[in-house]
């Protein structure tokens, strides 16, 4: 079974930065897509970013150019680096690959912007 856990979440003034980062672990075929996901109070979950085997990334319009995703498949690590935070990014960020992979859903890191 495929374990997700998610870390690097906090609490961050608006403008500042976080890293999170997504270790995986247990029998994964292949460590891409993947893709970084927020669930924000009140909102459905939405995919914030996403990168391909390829490496291609993709943002959602509210983060492109802050956020970049990046990953290390020999450690089985995905991040999301977030600059220029801003309080509409407050939510708790998951990751997870692509349907049908989709591995059951981790604890979330959850992100607070506020000042």
């Known amino acids: 079974q495929v374990q997700l856990v998610e870390s690097g979440g906090g609490l961050v003034q608006p403008g500042g930065s976080l890293t999170l980062s997504c270790v995986a672990s247990g029998r994964i075929e292949n460590f891409y897509p993947m893709g970084w996901y927020r669930q924000a109070p009140g909102k459905e979950t939405e995919l914030v970013a996403h990168?391909?085997?390829?490496?291609?990334?993709y943002y959602a319009d509210s983060v492109k150019g802050r956020f970049a995703i990046s990953g290390d498949g020999d450690k089985r690590t995905l991040y999301l680096q977030m600059n220029s935070l801003k309080p509409e990014d407050t939510g708790v960020y998951y990751c997870?690959?692509?349907?049908?992979?989709?591995?059951?859903w981790g604890q979330g890191t959850q992100v607070t912007v506020s000042s």
């Open positions: 997870n690959f692509d349907a049908p992979k989709r591995a059951t």
């Open positions: 990168i391909s085997w390829s490496g291609t990334t």
